[in-house]
């Protein structure tokens, strides 16, 4: 029989409680030719080191939960195939520019705070969110294709990873979250634009961003969030200079409604 | 000593179910305790692909839909609940629709709908193909304008707190400090969605472990209905992971290894030619309900007419084919299908078939609530895939799942806050000792004499269930399965936890999840060997027949805290204006009404 082929992965090590220092433990996987990144972590939790510890669940690219550094670039570990890896070996790290709670999970609670700060749902004038007598809001297929884009985050912080200003700036409100506001700021169903756009524009929002774009470059659900973000600061820029009449001819599908 | 929080109302489980109750009580001005094991855009709702079912169209009528949905459940669903579902499904749907879900839409600007199983008409509410996806997020966005809910992320409940026949809470650890904290509420919602991952071969991420079901039955509430079993017909091998049913309600058929349209053959009508504007037909063919199709697979690989790949161990599967609809359409309505297919078996539908096999998806049955939500415990309630009302019977149809959560996870969440005004003091003394009780259980679990691996026992419990409790099922193979269950609980009990950290102990969190699967599995086996009939997603191979005399009725499963099998009972099935009748699709697939 021939030998089996393997793959070696050195994994990112750090306990609080434990170690001074993070470090490395290499292990040799098993090598199939279907496997991705996290079955390999997950055959070494299971059979040789059951105290490594990482965050997954779907493991079909759309939880959000598997986001790491898989030699040195943002992946989704659920995506990211052994085989294009090969030989190896693989160096798999917690998510960069966030601080790290144990081995490959790292501190969640700062990207809530963002995603809460920008507001990230309908606002109506008349408060009538939760009254559905009056039959759906129409949004014309149109309306529904200028956020749609925007829409399809799965929080996975690649783009946090990537993005140079966080790495110097940890808050940053990042890709992610005002591509979140950008999305509802462009939803005809919204009135909450000028709300959000004040948030938009204070110190550490918009403005913060040097767009190096690479936040797009890896985003495994095509977002682009530096589109998103040039679109913001556009409007941003608008509200600043009390220009939102333009904000409402030309940027916003509702106009002067929103 | 644990740390003791009070709220108004606890949820357990941050997807859509608990989501959907957090909004109801946030507007009733509680204060509100979220506790979920992940943070709630992780949760499995995530996963769901096709859409979500409300009658909305003129053509469409509230009592087809309720008769699909019966006729789906193979009478084994309370038409009093199913019709209360159906009749509050537009409301929900349309409060999603305004808490910002990005639906399809006409030209005209309203929400559009498409085809599913099992449904006379086209009724499904959809977000392209990432449905769930978009409505976790919505829900989950919305919450963050409510400052009084106070979410406990990243927090493992491992234990309903009970007082004087009530319950008052839950003890759970916090994973990020392993800190065991007592998180007492007047009411609790139990809305922590299936246990797929009691089967080697799923749809279900990681995380569906069936823990509340567990904790639920533990408290006494008995499991209702829990041998049926949804296997999807169309997942991917090797992963498992789901082709949405809206592929074939956009027009994609299914063909054994001859190219042959082999449903044909399995009493779901006559195949249309893929390019007549007649294809697909409702109730007919692939557009026949889940356990038809699973089933059908079953006797084609019996017949040898399923194809062997070598690149997954010679697995068998059927294919899938796309092909005739067209880049432009994938592309506009399941692109997600185009993407899953590309990442995960390196096909494009656009020019190859899809390899595919039924993949364990969903449990009809769960915690035995009634149609306000409630449980026989007071105050818990449950709603969405942990519980069982029931409206989804011995078979639920695709995308009635969705929309179950909207409509029960808000019934969960205005009666809890009902429940909790109304409700006297808590006893603070007793609830606090419960609390440090099982703290020192936790910490004991950390223990350094456990022998038995977590992997094991569990790879030894998902091969035993597929074996035994199957999409076909024999007595001797669940009596094997049930044997094979009470040694894993016996092995379980020097489960071995060599990690003793309290940051992401993740290897104590896998412990807590195994041995409520183990639980959730022997319930599960049991309640199934009970049931010597055929109905749904429930086959025998020595009773082929529904028997409507004997069991029309819902098995509930009692556990037993000396350690042995379960005690089965029954309960009757409500029965309000549509008596049991042949369930046919592919013709004659009409209104019987009393």
Partial sequence: ??????????IFRYNPETDDEPYFDTFDVPFKEDWVVLDAINWIKDHVDGTISHRWSCRMGVCGS??????????????????????????????ANFPVERDLIIDFDPF??????????????????????GGEYLQSPADLALFKQYSMCINCMLCYAACPVLGHEPSFMGPAAIALGHRYNLDSRDEGTYE????????????????????????????????????????????SMKLDIVNEMFVFPKGAGK | MSDFIQHDVVIIGGGGAGLRAAISLAESGLSIALVSKVYPMRSHTVAAEGGAAAVIKPNDSLEDHIYDTISGADWLADQDAVEYFVNEAPKEMTRLE???????????????????????????????????????????????????????????????????GRCCGCVAVELKTGKVKTIAGKAVIMATGGAGKIFPFTTNGAIKTGDGMSLAYRAGVPLKDMEFVQYHPTGLPGTGILITEASRGEGGILVNNEGYRYLQDYDLGKPQPVDSPAHPVKRTMELGPRDRLSQAFYWEREKGRTIKLPAWNNIDVVMLDLRHLGEAKIDKKIPFVRELSKNYVGIDPVTD?????????????????????????????????????????????????????????????????????????????????????????????????????????RTAMQSSMEDGAGIYRTESSMKATAEVIAEQKERYKKVQVKDHSGAYNTQLQYAFEL???????????????????????????????????????????????????????????????????????????????K
């Fill in chain 2, 515 to 593: 041995g409520c699967m183990l639980d959730v599995a022997e319930a599960l086996v049991h309640s199934a060997n009970a049931r010597t009939e055929s109905r749904g997603a429930h086959q025998r191979l020595e009773y082929k027949e529904r028997d409507d005399d004997k069991f029309l009725a819902h098995s509930m499963a009692h556990f037993n805290a000396d350690g042995g099998a379960p005690k089965i009972d029954y309960k009757d099935v409500v029965i309000t204006k549509w008596p049991p009748g042949a369930r046919t699709y592919g013709k004659d697939s009409g209104l019987k009404r």
């Fill in chain 1, 196 to 239: 959000r756009l004040d948030i938009m524009t204070e110190h550490d929002a918009v403005w913060g961003c040097t767009f190096v774009g690479e936040c797009s470059v890896v985003c495994p659900k095509h977002v682009d969030p530096a589109g998103a973000i040039q679109g913001a600061k556009l409007s941003a820029a608008l509200h």
């Fill in chain 2, 98 to 164: 305004h808490w910002g879900c990005p639906w399809s839409r006409e030209p005209q600007g309203k929400v559009a709908v498409r085809p599913f199983g099992g449904m006379k008409i086209e009724r499904t509410w959809f977000a392209a193909d990432k449905t769930g996806f978009h409505m976790l997020h919505s829900l989950f966005q919305n919450t963050l304008r409510y400052p009084q809910l106070k979410r406990y992320d990243e927090h493992f409940a491992t234990k309903l707190l009970v007082d004087n």
């Fill in chain 2, 353 to 457: 078939m899809i390899p595919v096999r039924p993949v364990i998806h969903y449990m009809m049955g769960g915690i035995d609530t009634d149609i306000n939500a409630a449980t026989t415990l007071p105050g818990l309630y449950a709603a969405g895939e942990c519980a069982c009302v029931s409206i989804n019977g011995a078979n639920r149809l695709g995308s009635n799942s969705l929309t179950e959560l909207l409509v029960f996870g808000g019934k969960a969440g205005d009666n809890a806050a009902e429940f909790a005004k109304s409700a006297k003091d808590l006893n603070v003394a007793a609830l606090t000792q419960q609390g440090n009780e099982e703290e020192a259980r936790v910490k004991a679990l950390m223990n350094d004499d456990g022998t038995e691996s977590i992997a094991d026992i």
């Fill in chain 1, 1 to 10: 029989m021939a030998e089996e082929k393997t793959i070696k992965l050195e």
């Fill in chain 1, 66 to 95: 598997c986001g790491m550094m898989v030699n040195g670039d943002p992946k989704l570990t659920c995506a990211a195939f052994l085989k294009d890896y090969m030989p190896g070996p693989i160096r798999v790290e917690p998510l």
């Fill in chain 1, 112 to 133: 809530m705070e963002k995603l809460t700060k920008v507001k990230p749902y309908i606002i109506r004038k008349n408060d009538d969110v939760n009254d559905p007598t």
